[in-house]
């Protein structure tokens, strides 16, 4: 199993431990070379939206991943965590909504993860 693979697996765990709504996974690999794979995800507030980040966080820590970069934790409307390979976008549902990466990246190949 690959390391992004093996990432994101990871990531979808800690998601799903805090109640994630619709949970995707996007293999843009294929599509460009910023990352290999995007997992997009909402909550229904602010508080579930930060505490779906820190899991994601501290469970990837243990893991031995470090994040490069982690964007709009005080806003948590749309927040990015940049893992190289992996991307993850947790959202509010208005802001996922509005952003719509599902249909911006729409080229990429939506994974099912068991």
């Known amino acids: ?11 979808i765990d800690a998601l ?3 109640k994630a709504v619709d949970v995707r996974v996007i293999d ?7 990352a290999d ?7 229904t507030n ?3 939206v930060q505490a779906m980040i820190d ?10 991943y470090v994040p490069r970069q982690i964007e709009g934790y005080q806003n948590a409307n749309w927040i990015l965590m940049d893992y190289g ?3 993850v976008h947790v959202f ?20 099912q993860f068991s």
Request: charged share 30%.
């Open 1 to 11: 199993m690959d390391q992004s693979y093996e990432m994101t697996k990871i990531v």
């Open 16 to 18: 799903a431990d805090k």
């Open 28 to 34: 843009i690999s294929n599509v460009t070379v910023m």
């Open 37 to 43: 794979y995007f997992i997009i995800a909402h909550g």
């Open 46 to 48: 602010k508080n579930q």
């Open 55 to 64: 899991n994601v966080e501290e469970k990837m820590g243990k893991a031995g």
């Open 85 to 87: 390979d992996i991307i």
């Open 92 to 111: 509010d549902q208005e802001n996922r909504l509005f952003y719509d990466l599902e249909r911006i990246w729409k080229d990429g190949k939506i994974i």
